[in-house]
């Protein structure tokens, strides 16, 4: 038996995919006799979905195909992976998805700073509570409700860290069409005050008529008799 353990751990390499069978699940993940030797899925490793419990994803009995993680021959360890060997929803978003476009989902959750949509199995994307709507929101309720299917705007795809931003605020060009901006600098000052010059009395010419005048006045004055 301990021959056969000491074999099985000497042939395996991270990165190999093997076939086992699931022989326990614990809290923690599931077990998988390899042959003799016993591997461990964690439960981050069962599936690229969230799972509360690996009984959401395989069951005793179960035949599985996995990817060697890590071995630790010393302790007599290995780890295994069972998302690895499946499609990563992920990565298909990621090529198939431009900032700027529209992407349909529903709302998963909803958190004090906004709120989840899965755009597709195993991806979640989040519109921050800044992004809900124009206006200024309080609470992600006041918009959008657990369930409810929304059409949001892509506004950034983080690969590396695998994070979807949404918006449900129109775009700016949507926005402007709608009336929303506020009129132009020179359309609020600078037609006024071109009609108020065009409209103002000439004062000089008001002045220099009083100015002309008195000094009429004065001619007429005898001032040898003075």
């Known amino acids: 038996r301990k021959e056969e353990r000491e074999r099985i751990l000497t042939s395996?390499?991270?990165?190999?995919?093997?076939?086992?069978t699931v022989s326990n699940l614990v809290d923690f993940g599931a077990f998988?006799?390899?042959?003799?030797i016993d591997g461990l899925i964690h439960i981050?490793?069962?599936?690229?979905?969230?799972?509360d419990h690996p009984s959401e994803v395989v069951e005793v009995g179960e035949e599985v195909e996995v990817k060697v993680l890590e071995v630790d021959r010393e302790r007599e360890r290995i780890s295994l992976g069972l998302k690895q060997t499946r499609r990563d929803p992920w990565q298909e978003i990621v090529e198939r998805v431009k900032v700027g476009e529209t992407i349909?989902?529903?709302?998963?959750?909803?958190?004090?700073?906004?709120?989840?949509?899965?755009?597709?199995?195993?991806?979640?994307?989040?519109i921050h509570i800044s992004e809900l709507a124009d206006h200024h929101v309080e609470?992600?309720?006041e918009i959008v409700r657990?369930?409810?299917e929304v059409e949001a705007r892509i506004i950034d795809v983080d690969a590396r860290r695998r994070r979807l931003s949404l918006?449900?605020?129109?775009?700016?060009?949507?926005r402007e069409e709608?009336?929303?901006?506020?009129?132009?600098?020179?359309?609020?000052?600078?037609?006024?005050?071109r009609e108020e010059r065009s409209e103002r009395p000439d004062r000089s010419r008001e002045g220099g008529g009083l100015r002309t005048g008195a000094f009429d006045a004065l001619s007429d004055l005898d001032l040898e008799e003075k």
């Open 12 to 20: 395996l390499e991270e990165g190999m995919i093997v076939k086992g």
């Open 32 to 36: 998988v006799d390899l042959d003799g």
């Open 44 to 51: 981050s490793e069962l599936s690229w979905n969230h799972v």
């Open 104 to 126: 349909k989902g529903r709302v998963t959750k909803l958190v004090s700073f906004g709120a989840f949509v899965e755009v597709a199995e195993g991806v979640e994307g989040l």
């Open 139 to 141: 609470t992600p309720d």
């Open 146 to 148: 657990s369930g409810d």
């Open 167 to 174: 918006s449900l605020r129109p775009k700016r060009e949507e």
């Open 178 to 193: 709608r009336g929303d901006r506020p009129p132009r600098r020179e359309e609020r000052s600078e037609r006024p005050r």
